[in-house]
């Protein structure tokens, strides 16, 4: 289950095209911007569900 | 069977493509690999994903029940080292009607075109696998047709001693599979489900999916805490006829996988070229195999903080930041395209 999705910018300040994903397992994974991608597609189901990704900091 | 229904099937399988190249289309069905964990405790509500044997995966909506996942060894079914094992820890006997908890192999739709899905020479399907249980129980074995949402299924009796189960689904004349990388089929073993899921008329031909059809008649992994479900030996292939389950080496085994999820934990050097000054450290990575798509990475350190630069379905850049010694190593390193 999803915990928190941060947008990820690049060394320059641009976004990334991916998302740091923290589940509640602890487990961190950067994720492509890309459909089909299964952790992706959860992050689109949480979103759908009333959460939001937060701004890269 | 009499010696001409014997012929009549050898011959049905002579003539079918079932002794012809590779027949299984379930990868890691004998549960050999299991680069995750070979043990997960705690398991249920909502925790779907892939957990202990790859390409195997939980779907677990929110409940009551826990269960722990064990890639097993097995000692009493000759012909095979391992089985997927799930046991029940905390009992869920008030089941809601959302409840349900599924293990599902997904296939990519490229890997099915011998089914001729959708067509009018469309062919049947025979999915076999042993299994056992703590006692008698009976579940689902079903096939989701994520396309064009479309469902079989069908019961399996379960008893305490090891049985090999063979069910042939009907062949298909509706609705094509996608010639293409995404998940387009589920394998589905139904171990528990509430009222949403039970309340109609199991779907035993093809139709459109109806919920209340897909798991009519099953009891429940989480009636106790000593309930228990072991698999292994799955094989889905084309015909009528289950042959002989496609035994392949570890290796093989592992290859395949690969293309789903990499698991690295060898604790390696990080950009040898560069030991002889601290500071930041930037490499590829080359996948073991072209992955299913562009995949999902974590690592670890042990010390700075790595960055993702690009990837491809081929292999990763990356960079490691902060305050890198001369020493840094990866801890661990894992890609994941599943589907």
Known sequence: MINSVVKKNDEEGNWANSYTLTLTNDEVWDVPHNVNNRHYQAILEWVAEGNTIAEAD | ?339
């Open chain 2, 1 to 339: 069977m009499t010696k001409a229904a014997e012929l009549a099937k050898m011959g049905e399988v002579l003539t079918n493509g079932q002794i012809g190249g590779r027949r299984n289309m379930v990868i890691n069905g004998a549960m050999q690999v299991a680069q995750r964990a070979t043990s997960v405790t705690g398991l249920g509500d909502g925790d779907e994903g892939y957990v202990a044997q790859d390409r195997w995966r939980h779907t677990v909506a929110a409940g009551a029940g826990r269960y722990t996942a064990t890639q097993t060894a097995i000692t009493d079914l000759p012909g095979f080292a391992n089985c997927f094992k799930m046991a029940c820890t905390t009992a869920d006997t008030s089941i809601a009607a959302t409840e349900r908890f599924m293990f599902v192999q997904r296939i990519e739709g490229q890997d099915l075109q011998q089914l001729k899905k959708g067509t009018s020479d469309a062919e049947k399907v025979t999915v076999s696998f042993y299994v056992k249980g703590h006692d008698s129980a009976t579940y689902v074995c079903a096939l989701y047709d994520v396309d064009n949402d479309r469902f079989v299924g069908a019961t399996f009796p379960v008893t305490t001693s090891w049985a090999r189960q063979t069910i042939t689904f009907p062949a298909d004349t509706t609705g094509a599979l996608g010639n293409d990388n995404t998940n387009d089929l589920e394998l589905r073993f139904i171990l528990h489900a509430g009222s949403n899921f039970t309340s109609g008329t199991l779907a035993t031909a093809w139709e459109s999916a109806t919920v209340a059809n897909f798991a009519v008649g099953i009891n429940s992994i989480f009636e106790s805490t000593s309930a228990t479900f072991f698999l292994t030996g799955v094989q889905l292939e084309v015909g009528s006829q289950a042959t002989p389950f496609e035994h392949r080496s570890f290796g093989e085994e592992l290859a395949l996988c690969h293309r789903y999820f990499i698991k690295d934990d060898t604790d390696y050097r990080a950009y040898t070229n560069h030991q002889s000054d601290a500071g930041s450290r930037a490499g590829n990575f080359h996948f073991p195999t072209i992955m299913r798509d562009v995949p999902s990475m974590t690592a670890s350190v042990d010390a700075g903080s790595i960055t993702f630069q690009s990837r491809t379905t081929h292999g990763v850049a990356m960079t490691i930041g902060g305050s890198v010694g001369t020493n840094t190593k990866f801890t661990t390193f894992s890609a994941d395209s599943e589907l």
